[in-house]
């Protein structure tokens, strides 16, 4: 996962496509309505709005304003539908969105590293946050906190981890695809996944698959390949190869 950062000023009134990626928007400065496809909202300075994909959006605001621009790759599961978050919740997310903004300005050797720690550390920031909105169930919750802080422990036991809650494993399946829309194996596989693209992508020595899987968590080279290919549509020698070429 990584996050894209920006701000935005802009004129009374300011668009936003659909996106096939999840973005949250933070009110900086100004007051205005938000329209959205079937309802409207009110907003106002240092507010948060939450996005779904492909979900269009219109703002009009009383006078010019400033955006906080976060746009979400790789990422599995979030908000499935718009969540307004009210100003007195985003004083920690404002804090650390600025501090992203300052540090893209800094790309010495550890901006890597630093970086992804600060997306990690925005991305629970928000969705404590989004979470205390929609009511989450306090079980699914800590699953997802506990999948996200240790999916690349190969001794990661998720069945252990689900037996923990009391639930059965079948009911805790149902509770969990309810909330997020996908059940708790497929949100392990998901993030390791996301987590190989990224060592792929931003290692700066070559890494052989089987080191690949070792560092997401999977002893097994051949089923990290298997299950990579199904997610990516190729395997990751393809895309390994697909990423030095560039």
Known sequence: ????????????????????????????????TCKLPHNSLIVQSHELIAFPL?????????????????????????????????????????????????????????????????????????????????????YVLQMIYNINNHFTDINYDLRSEIEKTGY?????????KSETGIPPIEFLNHRRIEYAKELITQSKIPLTVKEIALNCGYNDAYYFSRLFKKMEGISPKEYINNNNSH
Do not use: C, W
């Open 54 to 138: 492909n979900t269009p959006a219109e703002f009009t605001f009383e006078s010019s304003a400033t955006l906080g621009i976060m746009e979400l790759h790789d990422i599995v599961a979030t908000n499935p539908s718009i969540i307004h978050i009210s100003r007195s919740n985003t004083h920690l997310i404002r804090d650390l969105f600025y501090k992203a903004i300052d540090l893209s300005e800094y790309k010495d050797l550890y901006y890597d590293p630093v970086r992804r720690a600060m997306d990690m550390l925005i991305f629970e920031a928000i969705h404590a946050e989004l979470h205390t909105a929609l009511n989450t169930n306090p």
């Open 168 to 176: 059965s494993l079948n009911h805790f399946r149902k509770l969990f």
């Open 1 to 32: 996962m990584y996050i894209d950062y920006k701000i935005i000023e802009t004129s009374v009134f300011q668009e936003f496509k659909p996106s096939e990626h999840y973005f949250y928007i933070i009110i900086l400065r100004g007051n205005g």
